[in-house]
């Protein structure tokens, strides 16, 4: 029989915000942009421009298109 683990709301909401922070600072890394413009991104308040939408797709795995739905 498999264990199944608990976790507290405490513990999950922690490794929620590691898990976003890690995301973030990959496409820091990818782009080479601030942080803070990552958040905007992320956060919705602004759009990446061309060049970071080519990064985040590439360090992604994925396309522009599908990301962005725009080249």
Known sequence: ???????TF?????????AKENFIKMLQEATGV???TVYRWVNGFSTPA?????AIAKALGS???TLFGTK
């Open 1 to 7: 029989m498999e264990r199944k683990e608990i976790f």
């Open 10 to 18: 405490k513990e999950i909401c922690k490794q929620k915000c590691l």
């Open 34 to 36: 601030s942080v803070t």
């Open 50 to 54: 061309k060049r970071d939408r080519i």
């Open 63 to 65: 396309s522009v298109e």
